[in-house]
């Protein structure tokens, strides 16, 4: 059975919603989500149900069944494959790729995507520290803690990003904060919860709260 881009788009969509800690997913979070109005959220789920990748009952919310689990972690495989690619191929940075692997993840070949993956050496994680689904689906996981939720003294290492927008990524890259980078939390200002961190055991930064809330340390 095959699916359109939108389609795919909001099958990613409830996944993720459902990664966050959703079991049933509301339409008005998956309107959010793919950016369109309640009556067209509405009418994708009724297609989405009669192929049999949703439950979906009014009032109660929305959960993939397992083939729709199945087509959103192909779509994202390929989307951080293509992140990888981007990265260490063509010599993109972490904040300039999300928008190109958009278009890329929605290629049909499962032939170049498993070529394209023995080619990158089998990368478990993308290059915002995201775990890549294998072919059949599985996750390598890794424990990871909010920077925002840890004590002073706190020494470890980046792991990944919860917000891989491009105004986050481009501010991480200002402050020379990037995947694998030291942490050492120096201070924590009473005021505002901001952070005073030390990196790689040498040039010292403040981050906000807000910042702080979006960065998964080891």
């Known amino acids: 059975m095959s699916f359109t881009i ?35 959220v509405t009418d994708m789920l009724k297609k989405l149900k009669q192929k049999k990748i949703i439950t979906y ?41 999300h928008d190109i692997a958009e278009q890329l993840e929605h290629i049909q070949s499962d032939e170049l995507i498993d070529k394209l993956e023995k080619f990158l050496g089998f990368p478990k994680f993308d290059p915002h520290g995201d775990p890549i689904p294998d072919a059949s689906g599985n996750m390598k996981s890794q ?3 909010l920077l925002s939720k840890l004590q002073k ?12 927008s491009s105004k986050l990524l481009q501010y991480l890259n200002e402050l020379e904060i990037h995947l694998g980078t030291g942490i050492e939390i120096m201070d924590i200002v009473e005021f ?7 990196l ?14 979006n960065i998964f340390v080891s």
Do not use: P
Request: glycine share 8%; no cysteine.
């Open 200 to 213: 790689n055991k040498k040039k010292k930064v403040t981050l906000s709260k807000q910042v702080a809330q």
């Open 6 to 40: 939108t389609e795919e788009n909001y099958i990613k969509a409830i996944f993720h919603l459902s990664e966050e800690g959703d079991e049933n997913i509301s339409t008005n979070g998956i309107a959010k989500a793919v950016n369109a109005t309640a009556a067209s």
């Open 143 to 145: 424990k990871q803690y």
């Open 192 to 198: 505002d919860g901001s952070l005073i961190i030390q």
């Open 153 to 164: 003294g706190y020494k470890g290492t980046v792991l990944g990003v919860k917000d891989s």
């Open 57 to 97: 009952e009014k009032y109660y919310g929305v959960r993939l069944t397992a083939q729709g689990e199945k087509i959103a972690k192909s779509v994202i495989r390929k989307h951080r494959l293509w992140e990888v690619f981007l990265v260490e191929k063509l010599g993109y940075s972490w904040d300039q790729i």
